[in-house]
């Protein structure tokens, strides 16, 4: 008897969740059906670049970015009469999404001469569902050639044969978005230089990239960068690279203004070889803006 | 006694027989949206809506999630999801309402007004949605179309970029549904 009244309280349960099942919210019941998809998150930062440097970021299988990249200058003391700055160098490049994690680019600068190639592959996307990786890798190599020499910058490389005006550039790119709004990178980074014109200078350099973006609305957002060089050259002196600035972003049309010391756009140049501080006065202020125009070049039927 | 437990079992297993004969579920229901403009016309797909009807009841739910929204430029899902929409905050549009009138025996057609919440972008508002319903043999089928106000929902279109996106947002919807089972 005593066994049955248990059987009996059973199967009230039973009954109890039969009509608790009935009663369910039918929203509550959708949750249930969603598939285990994985979720990961997108624009960690708008651009490939944070402001002056590589972000994670590659662009979506069929994209063609056109960018200029623009830097201007004062000279200390200079007498002329140039429009806006006594100085401009710009970097005008195209970048192409081969698939949807490889990126292929390459531009020229005017200031430097450097004309440089990059491929970048995006390893590890971070997931934001709290599964996988809290992390985004990315891997970048580029390959520069410096057609001219640069005064009045000292040349640190040789300019005899074509090898020695190589250089290449490894970098390890970990990002991770905190929040919607706020998104930090670290980036490894070793330059190889094919030859030096000085013995002291290191043929083999690192350093270690550290940048950051705040989004303050929905197009808005600041970013600043700062690249720590291990070992830098002892044949002149040299600075790290330092910049910060304003990015915004309109349908296809990205815009980064920025504060820098730096003056060349290719990785080995202004990360390894800027020559001066980050400070306000004329000859070492750089205003940077940087124009990419995205085009879609095979477009999804939805 | 042992009746009772024989009768016992057979109410639960009819409570159950219930549940599942009365739910009907799409997985991959499709839900659009338009924006025309005469600067630009946008117009994005999502074929993993969410949809679960309850016959007995008369009543609907549907789930979506934004980012499975296909644009026809992929950076134009980029910033829907990042700039508009906001999905890392606001994740799914839902809706959940009661189908008035509604006679889930009536084989064929019958246009019936759907009223109920629409939840986009954290905002609830309350709509009522013209709806065709076809019954056949059971398989019922739902499609649509109705109008919402971007304003409405809180969503900033900066002032530049008034002129390419509408003021309101045409959205269609066709759901397919089967019985639901657990």
């Given amino acids: 008897m005593k066994n049955k009244t248990h059987l009996l309280v059973c199967f009230f349960i039973l009954i109890g969740c039969g ?34 440097g590589h972000s994670i970021e590659t662009r979506k299988k069929g994209i063609l970015e056109i960018q200029a990249f623009n830097r201007f200058w004062n000279i200390p003391n200079y007498g002329g009469q140039s429009f806006v700055a006594d100085k401009l160098s710009a970097r005008l490049a195209l970048e192409y999404g081969i698939s949807n994690r490889l990126t292929f680019g390459a531009g020229g600068s005017t200031l430097d001469g450097i004309f440089d190639g990059f491929l970048k592959y995006r390893l590890i996307r971070q997931r934001s569902d709290g599964k996988g990786s809290p992390l985004s890798v990315t891997l970048f190599q580029n390959g520069s050639y410096r057609s001219k020499r640069n005064r ?56 270690i990239g550290i940048g950051g973006r705040y989004k303050l609305g929905g197009h808005v957002s600041i970013a600043s960068e700062y690249y720590y060089v291990i070992n830098p050259l002892e044949s002149i002196d040299t600075y790290d690279a330092f910049s910060l600035g304003v990015n915004w972003e309109l349908s296809d049309v990205m815009l980064q203004f920025h504060l820098t010391n730096t003056r060349a756009m290719a990785e080995d140049a202004f990360i390894m070889q800027t020559p001066n501080n980050f400070n306000f006065k004329d000859g070492n202020l750089v205003f940077g803006f940087n124009a990419i125009f995205v085009l879609h070049l095979n477009q999804k039927q939805p | ?68 929204f296909v644009f026809k430029k992929s950076l134009m899902h980029e910033h829907f999801n990042e700039s508009y929409i906001e999905s890392d905050l606001y994740p799914k ?56 106000t971007v304003k409405d929902f809180d969503i900033k ?3 530049i970029l008034a002129p390419n996106i509408a003021k309101t947002i045409s959205i269609t919807f066709r759901f397919e549904y089967q019985p639901y089972e657990k």
């Fill in chain 2, 93 to 148: 549009a839902t809706f959940e309402g009661k189908i008035i009138d509604f006679d889930p025996l009536a084989t064929g057609t019958q246009i019936k007004i759907i009223k109920g919440d629409l939840t986009i972008h954290g905002i609830t508002k309350e709509v009522e949605i013209k709806t065709t319903i076809e019954n056949n043999n059971g398989n019922y089928l739902l499609t649509g179309d109705f109008e919402a």
């Fill in chain 2, 1 to 68: 006694m042992n009746k009772i437990i024989v009768l016992l079992f057979i109410l639960t297993g009819f409570t159950e027989l219930e549940v599942k004969s009365d739910q009907i579920i799409t997985r991959q229901g499709q839900t659009s949206f338009f924006s025309y403009t005469s600067v630009e016309n946008i117009e994005a797909k999502n074929n993993q809506v969410l949809s679960i009807i309850d016959l007995s009841k008369h009543k609907i739910a549907v789930s979506m999630l934004m980012n499975a």
């Fill in chain 1, 152 to 207: 009045p910058f000292p040349d640190v490389n040789r300019f005899d044969e074509f090898s020695d005006k190589l250089a290449f550039t490894s970098q390890l790119l970990i990002a991770r978005k905190f929040t919607p709004q706020f998104s930090m990178q670290i980036s490894p980074t070793y330059t190889h230089r094919s030859s030096s014109a000085f013995s002291e200078d290191p043929n083999n350099q690192f350093a």
């Fill in chain 1, 19 to 52: 009509i608790s099942i009935n009663a369910q919210d039918l929203l509550e019941t959708l949750e249930k059906e969603y598939p285990d998809t994985p979720q990961y998150e997108f624009a960690t930062f708008k651009a490939s670049r944070i402001s002056i």
């Fill in chain 2, 157 to 159: 279109i900066p002032p």
